[in-house]
């Protein structure tokens, strides 16, 4: 019944942010940017941050915490600036709205700068029912670091195939293509690399123009170009911290333990040090992939299994979702 309610409220909620947008759309016609604008969108950015209140499900809660509360309310914020994918001057409302509403940046549509075979995802989607039968089944009587390697390659594996399902379904639907959310990130070289080129792409995209611009401009000012990236990576991943921990908020409704905004912390100040590292000792070799890799998914592992699958686990993820399958299934055989 809980699902059922949810899919109810997914339509009426489509309908007002589809009529919020609309507003925020015309209010840039008429309200000049800055902060007259923002205080005149600021309602919706109020009301898109409590969408995933709304519902039970945790199809439901990821996404539009990710795409709505997240993305589409810092889109918004650039765009009272007159800045972002929004701020085109010739726009068209239709455009608008799927910008706002989806992951899709300035690039044309149609075009998917990191395609992959079909076997990749065949591949991939073989190993998350393998990973996630494997965790659902044994997880509570297994290593805990064991069964958190399971969790976190499911989870992986779960989140690229839904963005590649939905971008599939996003250009039957709408003629464009979302953009992508992962980029192999086991294949990663160095944390910068991990951070700011494979790992939710998506994110980087929006949080490099809303926080780590203006923020290392404005230090730039303070302490000088050379020293500037240092408060901008910083904040930036502060920033990530406290939105993932209102992300937690929405699965678990409880008060957050802070230990998600610590894991970003902490590798922010990690980054730091490696770019630092690399800017002065400006080292010309470099290990190979095969070594550096390895390293890097081994420091992500380590640090998240310390402070992040603890509240992955506090949500109760897997045993929800297996809940919406069997709601799924039952509405199906009653289809049927």
């Known amino acids: 019944m809980e699902f059922q309610e949810d899919i109810k409220n997914l339509v009426k909620v489509s309908l007002l942010a589809s009529i919020s947008l609309g507003y925020c759309y015309y209010v840039g016609k008429i309200i000049p940017k800055g902060f007259p604008r923002l205080l005149t969108i600021f309602p919706v950015i109020l009301f898109f941050l409590s969408i995933p209140l709304l519902f039970n ?3 439901l809660i990821g996404p539009l915490s990710l795409c709505i509360s997240w993305l589409a309310n810092f889109k918004l914020i650039l765009f009272a600036f007159e800045t972002g994918p929004l701020s085109s001057p010739s726009i068209p409302i239709f455009r608008f ?28 989607a073989l190993l998350l029912m393998t990973f996630l039968k494997v965790y659902h089944d044994h997880g509570d ?3 805990p670091m064991i069964a ?4 976190a390659f499911s989870l992986y594996f779960f989140l690229d195939l839904l963005m590649t399902i939905s971008s599939i379904v996003m250009e039957f639907l709408l003629g464009v293509k ?3 959310q992962f980029d192999e990130p ?9 951070w700011g080129r494979r790992w939710n792409v998506m994110v980087n995209r929006i949080l490099h123009p809303t926080i780590y611009n203006p923020v290392r401009t404005m230090s730039a000012r303070a302490i000088g170009h050379m020293w500037a990236p240092i408060p901008a990576i910083l904040t930036t991943f502060a920033v990530s911290g406290l939105m993932h921990e209102l992300i937690f908020f929405y699965f678990t409704r409880d ?25 002065f000792v400006n080292v010309k070799w470099s290990l190979p992939r095969h070594i550096t890799a390895p390293l890097v998914v081994a420091f992500v592992l380590v640090t998240s299994y310390w402070l992040f699958f603890p509240e992955l686990r506090r949500c109760k993820l897997v045993e929800r979702a297996f809940e ?7 509405i199906v055989t009653f289809v049927v």
């Not at 919406?324 to 039952?330: M, Q, S, T, V």
Request: charged share 15%; proline share 7%; glycine share 6%.
């Open 324 to 330: 919406d399958y069997g709601a799924i299934a039952k």
């Open 186 to 194: 086991y294949l990663s070289t160095s944390l910068q690399d991990f």
């Open 97 to 124: 709205l799927s910008l706002a509403c989806f992951p899709i940046g300035k690039s044309i549509p149609g075009k998917n700068p990191t395609h992959r075979s079909p076997l990749n995802y065949g591949i991939k």
């Open 255 to 279: 008060w957050p333990t802070w230990d998600t905004m610590l894991f970003f912390c902490l590798h922010g100040v990690s980054l730091v040090m490696e770019t630092t590292i690399k800017k």
């Open 141 to 143: 009587h297994m290593n």
């Open 57 to 59: 499900s945790v199809h």
């Open 148 to 151: 958190w390697i399971f969790f």
């Open 178 to 180: 979302l953009d992508p």
